[in-house]
């Protein structure tokens, strides 16, 4: 139900600083969880049996081929995890450095997740036909950075 009406322009640009700031909103929010609430056993964060060790996303998505080209972005974590630290070598990290990457992913993960959420709030902007584009949109913009935390994490796990 559109309740504020803009010229074509004004609701682009509109829609473009709204995304910005459902970004930075979920960047904060999960920049602020305890850890505790971060574990890999979390229930949204455990490994599925059809992930197969993060080897689905490999074989179906050929994730090992595109995530490289995925910018990382660590807004508010200076002590964050570089995922250059990984590439070539993982096995060398010691386990409180493996344990802190697994920390981040699922912090990351978590963050992609709640950005996609508010896709529905450009229903009040522009036409209801708008809000299955702003999904595809949310969609496109945070599944596939998912999909790396997801991937990486059992691999990382596993060496632990």
Not at 104 to 111: D, H, P, W
Request: proline share 5%; charged share 25%; net charge positive.
């Amino acid at each position: 139900m559109q309740l504020i009406q803009l010229p074509v322009g004004w609701t682009i640009a509109g829609f473009a600083v709204l995304w910005f700031i459902f970004h930075l909103a979920a960047s904060v929010t999960c920049h602020r969880i305890d850890e505790k609430y971060l574990s890999i056993n979390n229930k949204l964060f455990k490994t599925r049996t059809w992930e197969k060790e993060g080897k689905f996303y490999n074989k179906f998505l050929g994730v090992r081929k595109w995530k490289k080209f995925l910018p990382e972005l660590y807004l508010f974590r200076r002590d964050a995890l570089k995922k250059a630290l990984y590439r070539k070598r993982p096995d060398n990290g010691s386990k409180e450095l493996l344990k802190k990457y697994l920390l981040e992913s699922c912090r990351a993960e978590l963050s992609h997740w709640l950005a996609i959420t508010p896709f529905w709030i450009f229903g009040f902007f522009a036409p209801l036909s708008v809000i299955p584009y702003m999904l595809l949109y949310a969609l496109v913009a945070n599944l596939p950075c998912i999909i790396i935390q997801r991937y990486n994490r059992p691999r990382i796990a596993k060496l632990l």
